[in-house]
């Protein structure tokens, strides 16, 4: 049973454009909602995390919305470089950590 | 200085076969992770453990075997490799909140 979804599994944007990427999660006990980045053959990096206190959190490019209501955050690449071309993972938890399946982001030149 | 290593990078071995993963870390972190990610990059967390203790142990086959020899080292052994353990194994850490501290990852081929 999968407690964090994500949509969509992939994305090709323009450079420039905004990929956006939801999670959806059922545990209302979650406190902690991280983003990593994968680059192929590497470990995934955390990027952003936002806890439930705050609806949203940027940094540099890359911004966290999150609705506490509706169980639901997502991440927005501002201006996307082609070098932002990565799988992105959300998660979620308290300590350990459920993650969602990933989605594979492109962004063309 | 890399904070988490894994060895080897990659394991090709044929089913049936034994080996070893080890992960080392040098952020002084309690808790370590062993993650799995298959071929559609579903991470999927299989231990965790806290200062050298087994804290989660998430329905894995007893197959696998992690070992903690001290708190900067969490090993994992995999007996009678089968063909479904192909993927790449990612040891992590913990700091005190909740950021994760991901490894380069294993890559196991079974043949």
């Known amino acids: 049973q999968q407690q964090v979804k994500q949509s969509p599994q992939s994305l090709i944007v323009q450079k420039g454009g905004i990929p956006i990427i939801n999670c959806a999660y059922e545990?209302?006990?979650?406190?902690?909602f991280p983003w990593y980045q994968q680059f192929p053959g590497k470990g995934p990096a955390l990027l952003i995390a936002i806890r439930p206190d705050v609806s949203e959190k940027k940094e540099g490019r890359f911004t966290i919305s999150f609705n506490k209501s509706a169980k639901q955050f997502s991440l927005h690449i501002m201006d996307s470089q082609p070098g932002d071309s990565a799988t992105y993972f959300c998660a979620a938890g308290w300590g350990k950590l459920q993650f969602g399946a990933g989605t594979q982001v492109v962004v063309t030149p | 200085d890399t904070a988490v290593s894994q060895t080897p990078k990659y394991l090709v071995t044929q089913m049936g076969n034994d080996k070893s993963i080890k992960c080392e870390q040098n952020l002084g972190h309690d808790t370590m992770y062993w993650y799995k990610q298959d071929s559609k990059k579903f991470l999927k967390i299989m231990f965790s453990?806290?200062?050298?203790?087994?804290?989660i142990n998430e329905t894995v086959p007893n197959r696998f075997s992690p070992k903690s020899p001290d708190k900067a080292h969490l090993n994992l052994h995999i007996n009678s490799l089968e063909l479904g353990d192909s993927a790449v194994y990612f040891c992590a850490t913990q700091s005190g909140g909740h950021e994760q501290f991901f490894g380069p990852g294993t890559r196991l081929t079974v043949l």
């Open positions: 453990y806290n200062n050298k203790e087994l804290i």
């Open positions: 545990n209302t006990a979650f406190d902690y």
